[in-house]
């Protein structure tokens, strides 16, 4: 059984977040590479274009947060906690937030996209032209790299799909160069 079709059981098909049944797809939790129905969680379209950023945030839609915030899945818990801690300048999700718990575990992998720091805190990696890249965008290389620890060139020109950030330093980012996984400096990248 897929994993797709794990997370529509879990559901019964619908959003685990806002309980919509209408375009569900599943979706990879940051930062995490693999795929599996612990990393993963069901969401509508408009669920995950919010909180890709891709449209505008609709607050009033996230006040179903209120009720999946309590799922016994771990994964649609810390996307909850995640998507209070962006909307917590409102009010009402602060008070959600003083109601949820996480553990240790739990709470490591939310912190993980900063999500619950400011904006001025926040450390963010650009590419070569001062672009901004998120976790799961693709680059590409701009200079020939060598990979430490094998005797593999990265040609320039090579494409990194679903990149993952450094959380703790801003010139890096982790990315599969062919099937090694490696950390490039993002001074040689360009996003595509």
Request: hydrophobic share 40%.
């Amino acid at each position: 059984m897929s994993v797709l079709q794990m997370l529509q059981d879990r559901s019964n098909t619908t959003c685990e977040l806002c309980t919509s049944n209408i375009d569900t797809r599943q979706y990879n939790i940051p930062p995490s590479l693999t795929e599996t129905v612990d990393t993963c969680v069901l969401l509508c379209a408009n669920c995950e274009d919010q909180i890709e950023k891709n449209t505008e945030m609709d607050i009033n839609h996230w006040r179903c947060l209120n009720d999946s915030m309590w799922s016994e899945h771990v994964a649609v818990q810390i996307m909850a906690w995640r998507m209070l801690q962006r909307l917590r300048g409102e009010g009402w999700p602060k008070d959600l937030l003083d109601m949820m718990y996480l553990d240790d575990d739990a709470l490591a992998i939310a912190r993980a996209t900063d999500e619950h720091k400011d904006e001025a805190d926040k450390i963010i990696h650009r590419d070569v032209n001062g672009v901004i890249l998120d976790n799961g965008d693709s680059v590409v290389l701009i200079k020939d790299l060598k990979i430490k620890g094998s005797s593999q060139v990265a040609k320039q020109g090579t494409a990194v799909r679903n990149i993952r950030l450094d959380r703790e330093n801003a010139t890096f980012i982790e990315g599969k160069v062919g099937p090694t996984l490696t950390v490039i400096i993002t001074e040689y990248v360009k996003k595509l």
